[in-house]
């Protein structure tokens, strides 16, 4: 049975060091009852633990997180897994700026739309590769130097005058994949990357993240997959190598 908690009007110190005494002794499962922007929550836990958050969590959520699984009824504040390492999260809102930054491992799922800087810095290593999947639109700077890793954008339920992420888009981006449902306006791209076709193995890669993407909320898989992808690729692995002399 979950272990559940009142947070209401809860310092943060306080609720994290609860949570983490009691995986310490072995709880499994949590349920944060009117959560209202308490950071931290997730920091640092190693353990496969789920935790369940009924409210609003504050900055850092799942900051140097390796391994649990987290559960968002509402929206989420800024730097969503923050050099995150394994594990998941989902979001079943929207969500604030600099997601998934240094991000280096597990699954970002967010049901709304993104701000600013979303996946920025994201790296990867071998089989170590995080995903962000967001089912609205994002922000400007969204992939900014991006290094490894998964991001892609659905803009689900976007009328047509509204972009699927702001300016800037991709700009330093030197490793990765963003892939986008539907167009890309190209002025609104860094010119660190191109836009290609999708290729048989792009096909399988965003079919094994959007089928679990679609059962975390609800969706039909084939209906999200009714409108076609092209993903955005760095043109180069050291974008800024010039500005650097040795």
Known sequence: MAMTIDCKGMYYRKL????RNAVEEGETEFVLDNINGQRYIGNGINEKVKITINGVPGNDLAMFMNGPTLIVNANAQDTIA???????????????????????????????????????????????????????????????????GILILLGLNKDDDTPIAGDYFGTGMHGGVIYVRGDV????????VSVLELD????????KHLTEYCEHFGLNYDDVMRKPFVKLLPVSTRPYGNMYAY
């Not at 994290?16 to 949570?19: D, P």
């Not at 306006?185 to 660190?192: N, P």
């Open 16 to 19: 994290n060091k609860m949570i």
């Open 200 to 207: 048989k193995k792009d096909d399988k890669t965003l079919k």
């Open 185 to 192: 306006d190209e002025s609104t791209l860094g010119k660190e």
């Open 82 to 148: 923050n050099t995150m390492n394994a594990g998941e999260i989902i979001v079943h809102g929207s969500a604030g700026d600099v997601l998934g930054y240094g991000m280096r491992g597990g699954k970002l799922y967010i049901k709304g739309n993104v701000g600013y800087r979303t996946g920025i810095h994201m790296k990867e290593y071998k089989k170590q590769i995080p995903a962000i999947i967001a089912g609205g639109v994002a922000g400007d700077f969204c992939g900014e130097y991006m290094a490894g």
